[in-house]
C-alpha cells in the first residue's frame, strides 16, 4: 500500500527539520570570530600543504566495483529468500547457477589481487 | 471530534497525531543517545579503571545534558577553502538518515492509548528490512560528503577508508540477513516477530548468521575493533576532523543511534523483538517495550564491552577477513539454511524419488 509509507515521509520532514533547527539554533548561540588562522584546515600544527582535492588510490574505486556487484546479489537474494519456501528445489537449482556464475568472478578477483591491500 | 466547541476532521487529527507521534520518536530516540552514551562512559571508564562522568548533578547524570548545552554554544569554524554548502548539509544527513531508519522497528505490540489503537513504530512498511539497507547505504554520503567537502587530508583518507569499509561490510551484513528471511518468508518486521512468537526465536536456527551480522554491524557503525575511519592516533579524528560545535555533535549522535538501530534489528530479527523470553513473567504497564529495550541495552552493551577490550584492526586485515572470510561464510550459511529447508519440505521427496 503506498499510503503506509507517508508516516516515513512525515518522519523525514521532522528529521530534517531537526536537524536544520540544531545547525540554526547553533548559528545563532554561538559566537563568530572568524581569523584566517581559525579557518585554515588542520594539518597537526604545521600550515596546509597544497589542497585535499588530488587523485585518490585506484583500490578503492576498485572495491566500491565490486561492492556494485555484491550488492545486486543481494538484491536477487531477497525476493528469492521470501519465495523459497513455496518451491525449495527449483529455486535452489536456479540460485545455484546464478551464485556459480558470480563465484566465478569472485574467485577470479580473489586470484588475481583484488582483495589484497598493501 | 469536537475539541474545544470547534469540529475537526479525522483526517487532521489523524495527521496531527502522526507528527506527534514522530517527534515524540526522535525525543525518545535523543534520549537514548544521551544516556546510551553516558552509560558507555561508564562502562569504559570501569573498565579502563577510571572513575568516569561524576561530577555533572547526581553520579553525573546530569552529563548529557552539559553536553548538549555546550555543543550548541560553540564557535562554529567552516575552513576557509571547504565546500560550505556540502560541509554544513553532511552532518544533517548522517542524523536524519539515522533517525528515519529507526521508524520501521516495532518496538512494542500496539498499545491502546486513550481510545487509539497506537502502532508502536512510524511504519509498518512490507519491505521494511530492505528499507533499512537502502537507508543504510544513504548514511554511507554523510561520512564520504563530510570528508570530501572539508577540504583537509585527514578527513579525506578517513572519508575514503569509510566509504570502503562500510560498503565492504554491507554485503556481508546483507548477505547475514538471507537466512531469516527464507525461514520466515517475508520482509515485513511485525511478521517477523510473529514468526518467532510461533517457531521460537530465529537465534537458535541461525546462530551463524547472528554471529555474522554483529561483525558486520559493528563494523558498521564504525566501533572498535574496526574504527580505522575515525582512528584517532593516526587520522585526528578521520571524516570529521574539520567540524565543531553542533556539527560535531550530528555525527556522534548519529554513530550512536546507528548502534541503537542495529541492536534494535538484531532484536528484532533474532532475540524474538518485544517477545517476552519466558511466557510466564509478566510485566506491568506495556511489557513489549521493557523487554525490546532489554535485549537492545543487552546487545549495546556487548558493543561497549568489545570496545573496552579489543584493540583495532590494521586495515589490509579488516578488508581481508570481509572479502576473504566473512563472505564466504555468509554464502555457506544460505546453503546449509536452503538445504535444511529442502530437507524439510514436505514436496521434497517426491523430487528426489523421481
Redesign the interface.
Known sequence: MPSDYFPLFIMLVVSVAFAAIGVGVSALLGPRRPTAIKGQTYESGMPAVGTARRRVWIRYYLVAVIFILFDIEIIFFYPWAVVFRQEPVFLFVEMALFVAILLVGYIYVWRKGGFDWY | MNIFGIYIDQPIIDFII??I???V??IALLTAFAYIQLVERWVIAKIQVRIGPNRTGPRGLLQPLADAIK????????????DKLVF?IA??IS??TA??AF??IPVSPPINLFGYEMPMQ?????VA???L?AIGSVSVYGTVLAG?S???????LGS?RA??QL??Y??TL??AL??V??LT???NLNEIVNYQANYGWIILPQILGFVLYMIAAIAETNRLPFDLPEAETEL?AGYY??YS???F??FFMAEYINIITVCAIATTLFLGGYLSPLPFLPIIGAPGIWWFAIKVFLLIFVFMWIRGTFPRMR??QL??FT??GM?PVA?LN?LIT?GI??LL?P??AQ?FAR
Open positions: 502522526l507528527i507521534r514522530c517527534v520518536w526522535i555543543a550548541l554554544m560553540k564557535e562554529e569554524l567552516i575552513p576557509t577553502n571547504a554544513v552532518p544533517m542524523v536524519a533517525l528515519l521508524a520501521v512510524i511504519a509498518d512498511i512490507n528490512l530492505l528499507y539497507l570530501w572539508s577540504n583537509n587530508k585527514y578527513s579525506l575514503l566509504a570502503a560498503i565492504s554491507e554485503v546483507g548477505l538471507v537466512g528471511l527464507m518468508s517475508t520482509l585526528v576532523t574539520e560545535s553542533i556539527k555533535a550530528f586495515y589490509d578488508m581481508n572479502w576473504k563472505l554464502l544460505i536452503a529447508i529442502i519440505h514436496g521434497s523430487v
